[in-house]
């Protein structure tokens, strides 16, 4: 069993900043890239950013110079620093992981999720 809890969203003025973090856990053996996706009311699930295990970063071009990601490996977890926000980055923000468990002696791969938390960017 893998968790994925993410903590942090809220309600934030436009210019604001918000700090989101997920915390993965579980029967985990290896964690291969760990990001953040969103999803606004009407519009597909995408990308807002993602790192991998060696700390290279990929981001969306709508967040970049604005977001910043980071990860620790030793406590799996993956933080999301949103600065400069804007209305358009209100949704709901998913902790993604790609990882692998242990299951007897079997490695096995797969993508998790979290619950999502929401953001919202509002005066």
């Known amino acids: 069993q893998v968790q994925l809890v993410e903590s942090g969203g809220g309600l934030v003025q436009p210019g604001g900043s918000l700090r989101l973090s997920c915390a993965a856990s579980g029967s985990i053996f290896s964690i291969y890239s760990m990001g953040w996706y969103r999803q606004a009311p009407g519009n597909q699930r995408e990308l807002v950013a993602v790192?991998?295990?060696?700390?290279?970063?990929n981001f969306a071009d709508s967040v970049k110079g604005r977001f910043t990601i980071s990860r620790d490996n030793a406590k799996n977890t993956v933080h999301l620093q949103m600065n400069s926000l804007k209305p358009e980055d209100t949704a709901v923000y998913y902790c993604?992981?790609?990882?692998?468990?242990?299951?007897?002696?079997?490695?096995?791969?797969?993508?998790?999720w979290g619950q999502g938390t929401q953001v919202t960017v509002s005066s």
């Open positions: 993604n992981a790609d990882l692998s468990i242990m299951i007897a002696t079997r490695n096995i791969r797969g993508n998790y």
């Open positions: 790192i991998s295990s060696g700390g290279s970063a």
